[in-house]
Each structure stands twice: as C-alpha cells, then as structure tokens.
C-alpha cells in the first residue's frame, strides 16, 4: 500500500467517525421530543457529549505528511515547518469536520426522498407535510442547532462558520427541489433560531458572512424565475406563487442585517429586467384601441426604465405616448371627483357588524397577490387563429374595464410620477447635485452613466409638477403621498450611491460616544445657545406674561378650599317671620329683597348639585302648554287706581270751580281775593303753601302789590291746565277718554277767570 492510499485511508476513518457519532446522536436524541416540529432551538446542555466526541476524534486524528521537526536545521527552518504543520492540520480536521457533517445532511436528505411517496399528511401551520418527513426535519434541525453549537467554540472548530452556511446552502436547495411545503415549514424552525444565529455564527460586519446569507435567500426567491433567451425574467414561465414565503426570507435577511448595510440592494435602478409578453394589438381602429396601445407602451417603460436610456429614440416615442395617457387621466380624475367627493379622512369610522366582518373576512381569505397584471392570450400554447383572437379580444375588454375604478387610475399617475422622477434624477446636472448632496468625494461617480436627453426633460418637469398640483384641488392627501415619495427617493438614491458620512464611516454605524465628547458637544450648544438669565428678559412676549408664565401650575399645587354650606332654608324662616310681623314699609321691602336673593341662591346651588335630577323635578308635558289668558277680573283691579286718581282730579276741579264763583260774587275780599293760595294748597300740597307764604307779606305796598296780584292771577290758570293735563294722560292710560272729553271748562267759569282779572 502506498503512502497515498494510506493518507485517504486515515481520512476516510476519521470522516466515518464524524458520521456515525453524528447520527448515533441524533437518532437517540430525537426521540425523546413529543414536538412535531423543533421550533425552538435546542439546550448547549444536550450538546455537550456530541461536542466532546467530535473533538476527541479531531484530536486522535493522525495528519499525513508533516515535517519531521527533528532534522538538522537552523531555527528560521525550524519556525518554517512548524507553521506549516500547524496550517496542514489545521485544514485536515476543518475538511474531516466539514465533510463528515455534509455526508450527515446528505443522509438524512435521502431519508426525505425516500419516503417522498408516503399518503399520509400532517399538517403545520396550513402546510401539508408527509408523516415519514417530520422525524428527519427535526433531524437536520438539531443538526444545526448543533452546527451553532460547533462556531461557539471557533478556537476548537475554527471552520464551523463556513461549515454552517456550506451545510444550510446544502439543505434549502434540496428541500426546495422536493416540495415548497416542506421548505415552508422548514423556514418556521430556522426563524425561530435567528437570534441563536446572530450571536453565534452571523457577524454583519463580514463581507463573507453577508455574501454568504444573501446567496442562501437569493436561491429561494429567485427559484421559480426563468430567464429567457435573451438574459431577462419571463414571469409568465413562474410554475408557482411563493409571495409569503419570498415576504418571510427577506424578513429574515433583513433582520440579520444591519439597516444601513447596502448587500443585495438593487443600485442600477433595474426594476424589473422583464421579458415583454404584452399581446401585439395591431393597427389603431379607434379611441379604446389608442388607449390600450398607450399603457402597454407604458408597461413597457415601467419595467424597465434604465434600458431606454440606451435608445433616445425609442424613449421618445415613450413620452410622447405618456403625455397624453397622464393627461386622460387626470380629466377622468377630475370627472370622478365632481360626482364623488373625496372622503372625510377625520371622520371616526363606524364599527363593524360580526357578520360584516365574517363575510369580508371570507371574501380575503384566499386572495391571491399578483405583482403585476398578466395577460390570458400568451399563456395560449397556439398563438394563432380563432381561440387565440377570442382570448385576446377578452383581454382588452377587461384591460378597459379596469379604467372605470378610480383607485386603478390613481395607481397609473403614482406610477407616472414615479417614471417621471426617475429621468429627472438621471439628468446631468440632478446626478452631479446628487453626489453633492450625498457628500461623496469628487472621485466618485454615479452609478448610471446615461443620462436623460434635455430634450425630454421638459416634458418629464411637466408631469411630474402638474400630477400633485391637479390632484390637491380634489385630494390633498394623495398629493401630499406624492411629494413625500419624491423626496423619500431623492434620500435613497443618495444613501445608495454614497451611503457613508464625512468620515467615510456608514451613515448609520454604531458608534461609542465617550464622556469627553459629550462634554464638548454640550459645551459647544451652550455657546451657541445660552439660557438668559437677565431681570427683564422677555421670554413670552411681555414682562407681565413672562411673570404670570414663571407661576408654578401642576395638580399637585391645587388646594381644594372647604365652603360652609349655608342653610337657606333657616335664614328664609326667618326672614318669612319678620315679614309677618313688620309694620315699617322700608324696612319691609328691604327684608322682600333679602328673602329673594336667598332663595335665588338656594335654586342655584340645588341646581348645581342635582342638575341631572331635572327629568324628575320637572314634567315634560308641562313643558309644551301654553300660559292661559289672564282673566278679566285682573283687569278691573288694574284700572282701580286710575279711577282712584281721577277722581280726585275731579274732587279738586268742583273746588276750583267753587272758588272762582266765591271771587266773582265778591263774598271774599283783600288778601283773599288776590291770593289763591288756597286752590293750590288743595291741588299741589304741603310746598306750595310754603312758596305762597312770602308773596303774602309783600301784598300791601304800590307796585310791588301790583306785580305779586297778576302773578296770583296767573297762577289759578295754570294749575287749572297742569290739573287737566295730569287727569288726561291718566284716563289715557286705563282707556278712559270719554269722561275726559266732558270735562271741559264751562264758559261761567272762562268768563269768572276775565272778571278776576279785570278786578
């Protein structure tokens, strides 16, 4: 036997080991689970036997073709072999390791498709999956939990990281080939195991390591594309919908990576890079077949936008065609709105019936997601003759009918605007301002070297300025869902391209602060903007808000203040007995309104406490009757003190009279011709015998005498007209003129008024 076939033998024996220690363990372990499936990951505890065995075999391990150390040679020679010896087992026991653990998946694989054709299902979570599977899923489950397990002790198991993605890579690319249940279900198991994996295999800081994880995901997503003769996706050849199962490995990357990390993210703008398989409509016949024909085109160029940079010509038969569909898109948006005003985004939405929910629910269940509008005609095996042409013309009647939903309509112009934002950025002097924005040095250079003719840029302003502008008058919240996009692309453009800050650090990176620098940063923002602490310095507006702002305000500072309730009820009682017992007028009125206000105080304060006890206090149905008409004995009380009144007019006009009679007889004589006093004695009362006093001492002389008799002879006059005027504005009042009317004066006693002044 040569040295050679000694050497495979010795690995040979030690990858046999690996295997038969690998599953000893894994059979006898997995049957003490009750789980269908392990969800979760299994206890270092568990492991450690296994662990033991696997370096105990590395250890014994006899590496092939080392050096003797013990040759005549200087010490640099020396170092020399002992580097490599250490190298060449180094790589002994990472291939032994390796390979024993690929020839323990491989196995339990072939247990998988072995028992491919077994009936019996068992289903999890909505996944059929044969019985005979689930004992070696739970296999290669516990195989990497025990892979984790392995790059825990990297000093031991230096290669246990690589050997985790290697064996994984191994186990979705099989699983994927046998049926996309079993990868379902198998992607739930390694899920839950995601923080296991982050702490001990995945470090997002390794290139290799993200290279590595993004190629595992990238198989499962891009499976069931095929690529067509010329390089591009033909998503019409997809054998199967996978949208969750995509949704859930994105996740999954995601969450291992770091959120400024740029791995995987689709920096040259390609969309789509699709296969065209739209039906060729022909020649134009009418308004309808133009309108297809136009959003195909734009079909076209949504899929792929970055490839008719290569070809002005053809992009500018493209935007000839989008001016006009955005522009009949936007009439029949601004038709709709008239008729349909946009909802009341502040209106609180009423909740739903369960059986509205439950029939809604079950309309959505099994719903299916198509990324993109597929037509029925190409999916036809004869592209020709009269079954094709009825496929075809079913296409466009439905592709027209979709133009009556507003929410379709909507979905092209967000689309045109993005289109229209897309071109723009790629414009010569929007790429330069990108890269100045994004702050990236002079050498670097955008990532798209075509740029948009400047012939075209014109028309790409225009739509994308008039979209939003148009939609507000009948839609301000999509409007501003446009504008918002727009910016939010400008961002991530930036971050594509250059996605570090002025250090060259990435944007998001995770950096220590020390306190020194924190110290600085607080230092340097209190010089920029100190807190001023002058006495008149108003920091709201006036010096006298400034104060009442500076009161402290809080729950805790209120004080509740303990009102004596007064007892009404006594004070009115009170009150109520005086009032019988007073005799006093003044102080009688004054005591009233003293008892009012008391009880208007008590209504208010039961109000207060008992507002709610109104419906009880009050009854409805007295509520709506109306006041009755006030009787008529009510109106003879009102008219008795006018009578009162009129008749003592009446009383002191016989008295007048009577006294004019006595002077023109000439029974009265000297002072009590000329003073008639008396008269106004009886009519004006008490002050107008006190302003006739001094008139009568001043009757006896010449001239004097004279001036005081005519003013005496006047007077008489015009009491008697201030007497009428009274007694007329009093039987006006109560509707009695007619009496008012016969009392006029008599001619005897207009002619006895002359007499008296003649004498």
């Not at 004869?382 to 013309?393: L, T």
Request: hydrophobic share 35%; charged share 30%.
């Amino acid at each position: 036997m040569s040295i050679l076939d000694s050497e495979t033998m010795s690995v040979s024996n030690d990858i046999d080991e690996v295997l038969q220690a690998v599953l000893t363990f894994l059979d006898a372990e997995i049957g003490r689970f009750t789980q269908p499936i392990l969800q979760n990951p299994v206890p270092d505890a568990k492991l450690g036997d296994i662990l033991d065995t696997l370096e105990a075999i590395l250890s014994n391990s006899n590496v092939p073709s080392e050096f003797d150390q013990t040759t005549d040679a200087d010490g640099a020679t020396l170092d020399k072999i002992t580097q490599f010896n250490s190298a060449l087992a180094l790589q002994w026991r990472s291939f032994v390791i390796r390979t024993g653990l690929v020839k323990v998946a491989d196995t339990l694989l072939g247990r998988i498709r072995s028992n491919n054709h077994d009936e019996k299902l068992q289903t999890f979570k909505d996944f059929a999956v044969s019985t005979a599977h689930w004992d070696a899923l739970n296999e290669l489950l516990l195989l990497l939990d025990l892979l984790v397990a392995l790059a825990g002790k990297e000093t031991v198991f230096p290669s246990a990281r690589g050997d985790f993605y290697h064996v994984l890579t191994i186990v979705v690319e099989s699983l994927t080939s046998l049926s996309s249940d079993i990868l379902e279900v198998f992607w739930y198991a390694l899920e839950s195991r995601q923080t296991a994996i982050s702490d001990s295999v995945f470090n997002p800081k390794t290139t290799l390591d993200r290279i590595a994880m993004l190629g595992i995901c990238n198989g499962i997503t891009d499976k069931y594309y095929r690529r067509g003769k010329t390089g591009k996706y033909d998503s019409y050849q997809k054998d199967t919908f996978n949208d969750k199962l995509h949704a859930r490995v994105r996740t999954f990357l995601s969450g291992l990576l770091l959120f400024d990390d740029l791995t995987g993210l689709n920096k040259y703008f390609s969309i789509a890079n699709r296969v065209n398989r739209e039906p060729h409509l022909g020649m134009a016949k009418t308004g309808d077949d133009e309108l297809l024909q136009d959003i195909l085109q734009f079909y076209r160029l949504l899929r792929d936008p970055y490839a008719y940079l290569k070809n002005p010509r053809m992009l500018s038969k493209q935007v000839d065609s989008l001016d006009r569909l955005y522009g009949y898109l936007l009439d029949e948006e601004a038709k709709y709105a008239k008729k349909h005003p946009s909802r009341d985004i502040y209106k609180v939405k009423e909740d739903l019936l369960e059986s509205k929910k439950a029939s809604l629910s079950n309309k959505h269940k099994n719903a299916v997601f198509f990324s993109e509008n597929y037509w029925l005609s190409p999916f036809e095996e004869i592209q020709r003759g009269q079954q094709f042409d009825s496929v075809k013309a079913e296409d466009q009647r439905v592709a027209l009918k979709r133009f009556d939903s507003s929410k379709f309509r909507q979905l092209l112009l967000l689309q045109m605007y993005m289109v229209s934002s897309f071109f723009l950025e790629l414009q010569s002097s929007r790429k330069r301002s990108t890269l100045v924005k994004a702050g990236a040095p002079a050498s670097t250079k955008h990532v798209a070297e075509d740029s948009t003719p400047e012939l075209l840029v014109k028309t790409f302003v225009k739509i994308k300025r008039e979209i939003p502008s148009l939609i507000r008058a009948w839609d301000t919240q999509l409007s501003f869902l446009l504008q918002h996009i727009s910016q939010s692309e400008e961002f991530w453009w930036s971050w594509l391209i250059w996605g570090k800050n002025k250090d060259g650090k990435p944007l998001l990176n995770e950096t220590s602060i020390s306190e020194e620098e924190a110290n600085a940063a607080k230092q340097k923002f209190d010089a920029f903007a100190p807190y001023k602490t002058k006495r008149y310095f108003n920091t709201h507006a006036t010096p006298q808000l400034s104060r009442k702002m500076r009161t402290k305000t809080g729950l805790s500072l209120l004080e509740d203040s303990d009102r004596d309730v007064q007892d009404y009820d006594h004070r009115i009682e009170e009150l109520s007995e005086r009032l019988a017992s007073e005799q006093d007028a003044k102080v009688k009125l004054e005591l009233e309104e003293e008892r009012s206000v008391l009880l208007w105080k008590k209504a208010k304060t039961r109000r207060s406490a008992e507002w709610l006890l109104v419906s009880e206090v009050v009854d409805p149905d007295i509520l709506g009757v109306e006041e009755e008409e006030v009787p008529e004995e009510n109106e003879v009380k009102d008219e008795k003190p006018s009578e009162v009144r009129n008749e003592d007019v009446n009383a002191a006009n016989d008295e007048e009279t009577k006294e004019l009679k006595d002077l023109e007889s000439g029974e009265k004589a000297g002072e009590d011709k000329a003073d008639p006093s008396h008269t106004l004695e009886k009519v004006k009362g008490p002050e107008s015998k006190e302003n006739s006093e001094p008139k009568k001492e001043n009757l006896g002389n010449g001239k004097e005498k004279d001036e005081q008799m005519e003013d005496a002879e006047v007077q008489p006059e015009i009491a008697s007209t201030t007497t009428h005027l009274a007694a007329k504005e009093d039987q006006a009042q109560n509707g009695e003129t007619s009496q008012s009317r016969k009392r006029a004066r008599s001619p005897e006693e207009e002619d006895g008024t002359k007499r008296a002044k003649t004498d």
